[in-house]
T-cell receptor, first 115, second 113 residues
Framework: EAEVAQSPRYKITEKSQAVAFWCDPISGHATLYWYRQILGQGPELLVQFQDESVVDDSQLPKDRFSAERLKGVDSTLKIQPAELGDSAMYLC?????????????FGPGTRLTVL | DAKTTQPTSMDCAEGRAANLPCNHSTISGNEYVYWYRQIHSQGPQYIIHGLKNNETNEMASLIITEDRKSSTLILPHATLRDTAVYYCIVRVSLETSGSRLTFGEGTQLTVNP
């Protein structure tokens, strides 16, 4: 069964350092999402791509976060510099399209700890 | 955006039906109700969705009231592996890109032996 792949699974970094997360969506899925999940809360959408274009980044802290999906396939989320409050699970999801009927498939996530 | 209200936690005995309620009194006519669940340390998993009619699949049943202001997710024979946080989501439609999922805090369902 096809799955969304993410790496690394765990990342520990010190504040002010740069970190990057990678996501490989299910083959053929045009829409890719990055979510952040703080412990005890539900996931919060950071950015949504349709192919290589950003269609929603209203919740992305653009002063330190960036995301790209250059060829419309895999994607990278970067934080520079990392802050203590960035400690969270970062989840990637993909769907065939962005319409109401398309369920999102989530990866296992990257657990980030900022010291 | 229509908001949802769910109990913080629920318990269920293994083998019994688990009924998880959700209130969404401000839902709009074209908004769907989605259910996802998240097992500890994993990403969320899609369960089911519906608009007006009741829906059933291999995982669960979704019962939506006639006025659409509330719904119930039913796991007919809960197992220990169904222990998870269950999220009820009303899907928001964006003009240009379709729709996004807005998660609340969900219901922690614990299935007991």
């Amino acid at each position: 069964e096809a799955e969304v792949a993410q790496s690394p699974r765990y990342k520990i970094t010190e504040k002010s350092q740069a970190v990057a997360f990678w996501c490989d969506p299910i083959s053929g899925h045009a829409t890719l999402y990055w979510y952040r999940q703080i412990l005890g809360q539900g996931p919060e959408l950071l950015v949504q791509f349709q192919d290589e274009s950003v269609v929603d980044d209203s919740q992305l802290p653009k002063d330190r976060f960036s995301a790209e999906r250059l060829k419309g396939v895999d994607s990278t989320l970067k934080i520079q510099p990392a802050e203590l409050g960035d400690s969270a699970m970062y989840l990637c999801a993909s769907s065939l399209g962005s319409g109401t009927y398309n369920e999102q498939f989530f990866g296992p996530g990257t657990r980030l700890t900022v010291l | 955006d229509a908001k949802t209200t769910q109990p913080t936690s629920m318990d269920c005995a293994e083998g019994r039906a688990a009924n998880l309620p959700c209130n969404h009194s401000t839902i709009s006519g074209n908004e769907y109700v989605y259910w996802y669940r998240q097992i500890h340390s994993q990403g969320p998993q899609y369960i089911i969705h519906g608009l007006k009619n009741n829906e059933t699949n291999e995982m669960a049943s979704l019962i939506i009231t006639e006025d659409r202001k509330s719904s119930t997710l039913i796991l007919p024979h809960a197992t220990l592996r169904d222990t998870a946080v269950y999220y009820c989501i009303v899907r928001v439609s964006l003009e240009t890109s379709g729709s996004r999922l807005t998660f609340g805090e969900g219901t922690q369902l614990t299935v007991n032996p």
